[in-house]
């Protein structure tokens, strides 16, 4: 039986937030370490505070996204007039 991988869990996980740091699997969104093992990676990427952070930054990409746009209108907006 061959050891699954880090990367191999975060392919087969996209969209997750799932990183490699230092060998071990962190999630960005929540900010905890996890083991490869894939029941538990599963339960974590389908708990309420997974979710729930990774709604937050879903959040936070468009709002600085939106920003960016409004202060590109805004910058282009008053240099015309």
Known sequence: MSKTS??????????QHLMCVTGQLRCKACHETLAVKR?????????????????YKKFLSNFCHYKQLLSNFWGYFSATY
């Open 6 to 15: 880090v990367y191999d869990r975060i392919k087969k996980y996209p969209g």
């Open 39 to 55: 029941s538990t990676v599963q339960k974590h990427v389908q708990s309420k505070n997974h979710q729930n952070a990774s709604n």
